[in-house]
């Protein structure tokens, strides 16, 4: 069964993916300096894995996508947020010891290594957001079918 | 190969995006972490940017761009603009789906001839059939109803789409 996209369609997305996917590491990595974060970056490549599938059809994209792997990266995305939020522990849920003791991401506000664990904590849930949304569209799409 | 090209692509962006942070120029830790985000890219889609995208890393082909897209194809559009105006003021139209045969070898050719061909209004690329050597185009007023080149319908833009994606 044919389901992809034509080829112009399919030249152009090979060109954007890469694009949306940088974007998106832009945006999630700049969540606490620039306005974005941790969703809207996660959605922004989710939305390049989305392309995929729309352009080159389903079957290439049951071909690269590991069921396996996304689950377990969404886990992982969820547990190193939980892991800076535990850091400061020995004080409060939620401390930001790595701002407040100057261990790590404590430069000059506005750098890229300032805010402590918030880069962190943004880089996690931007994993946890793309591989959420790449999985829960790829069991849309996997559904059964329309007919019968 | 695939990893080299899809790298250098994100990189360039990330460059883009981030300038700014030193001065005008880029701060450290900012270059670094762009080539670690654009390694993670690059390897992701190292396997969908394509075969031979490595031909597009030839700056001389960049130059060919840049000419391209400031000669030619902008004047096309502005003149193009102004012939849709024209229409639709006068609403001279005589619309039509065109077949016009093309002689391009690969991918990056097509998509470069019909992209210019849907950025002159008054032209629309609907189909591109490489293996019929052709492409279907909705014209606003057709002036041939078979064309035998490509010229009456795109002027010299399949000359600049073969060399740009050869």
Redesign the interface.
């Known amino acids: 069964m044919e389901n992809d996209m034509?080829?112009?369609v399919?030249?152009?997305?090979?060109?954007t993916?890469?694009?949306i996917?940088?974007?998106g590491?832009?945006v999630v990595?700049?969540g606490h300096l620039t306005p974005g974060g941790g969703f809207q970056g996660g959605a922004t490549i989710a939305g390049a894995g989305i392309l995929?599938l729309v352009a080159f059809g389903l079957n290439e994209a049951k071909k690269?996508y590991d069921k396996n792997l996304y689950s377990a990266l969404e886990g992982l995305g969820g547990l190193a947020f939980l892991g800076a939020a535990m850091l400061g522990l020995s004080v409060a849920f939620f401390y930001n010891i790595l701002w407040r003791d100057k261990i790590a991401f404590a430069?000059q506000p506005g750098?890229?290594?300032s805010a402590g664990f918030l880069p962190i904590m943004n880089l996690a849930v931007g994993l946890k957001v793309f591989t959420g949304l790449v999985s829960a569209m790829m069991a849309i799409a996997l559904f059964r079918r329309w007919k019968k | 190969m695939g990893f080299i090209v899809a790298f250098i692509w994100s990189f360039v962006l990330w460059l883009v995006l981030t300038a700014g942070t030193k001065g005008m120029l880029w701060s450290p830790q900012e270059i670094v972490a762009g080539v670690v985000f654009s390694a993670i890219v690059a390897y992701a889609t190292r396997n969908i940017i394509g075969e031979k995208t490595a031909r597009f890393l030839n700056p001389i082909r960049w130059v060919e761009f840049a000419i391209y897209c400031l000669g030619p194809l902008f004047w096309g559009m502005v003149k193009a603009n102004f012939d849709v105006a024209y229409r639709v003021i006068t609403g001279k139209i005589r619309p039509g789906i065109v077949r016009v045969p093309v002689d391009l070898e690969n991918d990056a050719q097509y998509t470069i001839l019909s992209n210019s061909i849907t950025l002159t209004p008054g032209t629309l690329t609907i189909d591109a059939c490489p293996e019929e050597k052709a492409l279907y185009v909705h014209w606003i007023y057709v002036k041939e109803e078979e064309p035998k080149s490509s010229e009456p319908v795109s002027g010299s833009f399949e000359k600049w789409a073969r060399r740009l994606g050869r």
Do not use: C, E, V
């Open positions: 034509g080829l112009i399919k030249t152009m997305a090979r060109a993916i890469p694009l996917g940088i974007f590491a832009y990595s700049h995929f690269r430069g750098t890229l290594l």
